[in-house]
């Protein structure tokens, strides 16, 4: 099952919604869940488009399964029910959940499509992973496979399948292999993108409905700029 993203006054773009969940497009910049920076989170902003939508009195729930990095755009799933969440968790946790990434790097991995094996070890300090290629203490194993699908003129698309779910997996597997997303100064690329956002798209996300038991295939185009335009 696909359904089309619509925009709500607020410029919220929901991919899905039925009565246990609810698909955001996330935007570059936008932080899943609160965070020390105290900014506002997507997930009240998705609470009070329901409130508003459905007219709630009192409080809006919404769990959180899962998340992505803030620089980040793509699919992220909300639970409207305490009922689902721990199913949803399940799904992510589990990794029942097929995710499909796209990234957009300058240099060109060593192979035009690969499996990709590291330990990563995370330094919270830094907030940021290191990938080794052999086991280190207090790593732990990621796996990733990638494609070339697209040439531009200074970049290259890649199309990520994630088998595990680390800490900054994609950015820094690929870092490991010499070719850091586009705009991640964090991990390697030589100049940030002016908004802060870096080329790292939640492009696809496909399981079976906790409730329904239906599978659901959902599909979220990137944001709009140049080089992302450049790869639809």
């Not at 007219?55 to 755009?73: A, E, F, Q």
């Not at 409905?209 to 295939?217: G, M």
Request: hydrophobic share 35%; aromatic share 8%.
């Amino acid at each position: 099952m696909t359904t089309k993203i619509y925009s709500t006054p607020g410029n919220l773009q929901v991919i899905y919604e039925d009565n246990h969940i609810i698909v955001i497009n996330k935007r570059p910049g936008d932080i899943v869940q609160g965070d020390k920076t105290g900014d506002l989170p997507l997930s009240e902003v998705v609470k009070k488009f329901l409130k508003e939508k459905y007219n709630k009195p009192g409080n809006v729930y919404l769990g959180v399964p899962h998340r992505l990095d803030r620089p980040t755009s793509g699919i992220v799933v909300f639970a409207k029910t305490s009922k689902v969440l721990p199913r949803l968790n399940k799904l992510f946790a589990e990794k029942i959940a097929k995710k499909t990434y796209w990234a957009v790097v300058k240099s060109s991995p060593p192979k035009q499509q690969d499996m990709l094996t590291h330990w990563l070890k995370r330094n919270p300090k830094q907030n940021k992973s290191y990938a080794h290629i052999k086991e280190v203490p207090e790593s732990k194993k990621a796996i990733l496979s990638y494609k070339v699908i697209k040439k531009l003129t200074h970049y290259l698309l890649l199309e990520i399948d994630l088998q595990t779910g680390r800490h900054h997996q994609i950015r820094s597997q690929l870092t490991a292999i010499g070719s850091p997303i586009k705009g991640d100064l964090k991990y390697g690329f030589d100049r940030s993108n002016k908004d802060g956002s870096i080329h790292l798209h939640a492009y696809k996300l496909s399981f079976v409905h906790p409730v329904k038991k239906e599978l659901l295939f959902l599909e979220a185009l990137p944001p709009k700029d140049p080089v992302w335009d450049a790869c639809r």
